[in-house]
């Protein structure tokens, strides 16, 4: 394989098409070359062989004549090229982070659970699977659709150095930016670009900083037995409310592969992939919209593509690869799940003369006892894992119960997780803060309302009954983000839970689904967006015992919220235009930890916050 900035132009030479007559045809010239050969060979008989033996000369001109006969037969065969690429592509996507095994709980594995062969993924096993691979097939493309950052305490406490280790053992070819990506801001990202020793892209990213234009690339070209594969990055436009990315500006994605895809096609690019960070409705649509793709690498919504019969507990979520015919030739989707439990394993083949994908064949490959964990990767881990001890062995309380932080849960209805976080946010205020904005002696609360986007929850898993410790703090909450109290409307609290529902998609559920504490909700999704709140009660503040009373438009309302929302993250724009926002001393990570030093052993349930008509 050949990695190139550009095309360097097509080498004049003979084609032909993969059809039973062009077959023939070169058959049988080819067969009719070998035969005059031989025939030309054989007439020099023994006899003229004897008479031609004392004239150097002549014997000579025979082997010249016998020699141009061999060398014009080959030169004519191998202008032939076999008009086809077999192309072997792997790939991942929202590893998070995850660098050692996990189990179905996406916790680290125990003893019972490598038993039982339940413990999964990890950068050893990953590196020992990918191995196997390079080493059966010849062309092999290995892919990150982004989101290596955020998600356990390995980024919390080596933010990308670990991450370029990893991936740089490992080999990739070509990494696409995840919104996590831009969690730290281009303070955060810069130095992964300039430590991977593979392309980082997103061809929909512009920037006046000077630095990132350099290192970020919109796409790369490879070449496989003179085949040229180009490959697209891109990464969802929402990065800009979903994280630190302020300093950025994102395109359309449709409209950006569309024209990059039209340019590698003019430059020589024979088969375009394109691998971004958008979520499962958007690689759809670009295999539906954009002309010239081929494949489509995808990632954010953890979404679990796979033929035929589970190999584990993830819920299928469509075939894989899914294919589409809409813009006259198959296009193929593919992810890979989430957290490196899987592998990402495609072949296909690609027809040249006919310019598309003519065959596939593949499914995730599930990363379990079957790949031992290589040697080199886990020395390479050997010398961050000592660093985490401190954090894996201090215990800060205990649960009673299971705790549920998945993503398949907390974005998409009431998890206990978010209660307990939730409900902790408002005691910590009351404890610690002086400010009291009621107007007579009944207030009880500074907020009687928190409300949590479901985004913010990292650890997408179900901790079992037993200690907490610091590692699990730091994995729930561990962006460093503080908290805000502030006042709102009656009618701006109506858009806020309006906006909580905007996009609520079972396969791709968004993190601006609300955790609360001091609200009810009923929510109808038959209807309109922005008329979907069937009912609304809010916890009273000032009163001498909290109840629930019923929405008033005209009421004002105190709450908490984190300071991502304050800025208008997950598109929550009422809060940007209140006034008199105070800020609260204290980060996401101190309020998880100080929750169960506190609190333990807690126990808080689901308690019909959050309903649907």
Known sequence: MVREARNSGKKNRLQFTETISSLTNFKMIYRAGIYLLLSFALSW????????KNSASSLTNFKMIYQAGIYLLLSFTLSWTVDSLKLTL???????????PINNELKDC??????????FGGAA?????VRRIRKKYKNVLFLD?????QGTLWYVLFRHKAIADVMNALRYDAMALGNHEFDHALAGLLPLLREAKFPIMAANVASDNEELQALLKPYTIFTFDDVKVGVIGYVTPLTKKLSKAHEVEFEDEIQVLTRFAAQLKEEGVNMIIAVGHSGIQMDRLICQKVPNIDIVVGGHTNTFLYSGKPPSVEEIQGPYPEIYNDQGKPCLVVTDYAFGKYLGFLKVEYDKELDRVTKWKGNPILLDNRFHASREMENILATYKHQLHEFTSTVIGSTAVKIDGRFSTCRLQECNLGNMLTDHLVRKVMKESDVRLGENGDSWAPAPIALLNSGAIRNYMIHTAGNVTLEDA???MPFGTQFKLLEVTGRQLMDVFENSVSQYWPDGPWGRFLQMSGARVAYNLSMPVGKRVHSLQVRCGDCPIPIYKNWDPEESYRLLISTFMAKGGDDFSVFPKVPNHKLLNFTDTELVIDFFRTSSPVWTGIENRITFV
Do not use: P, W
């Open 145 to 149: 659709a982004g989101d290596q950052y």
């Open 125 to 129: 096993k990953r590196m020992t699977a």
């Open 110 to 119: 125990t003893a019972a659970d490598i038993a039982a062969n339940e413990c």
């Open 474 to 476: 730091y994995s729930i």
């Open 90 to 100: 792997i790939h991942t996507n929202d590893i998070h982070s995850r660098f050692t």
């Open 45 to 52: 008989t023994v006899d003229s062989l004897n008479s031609l």
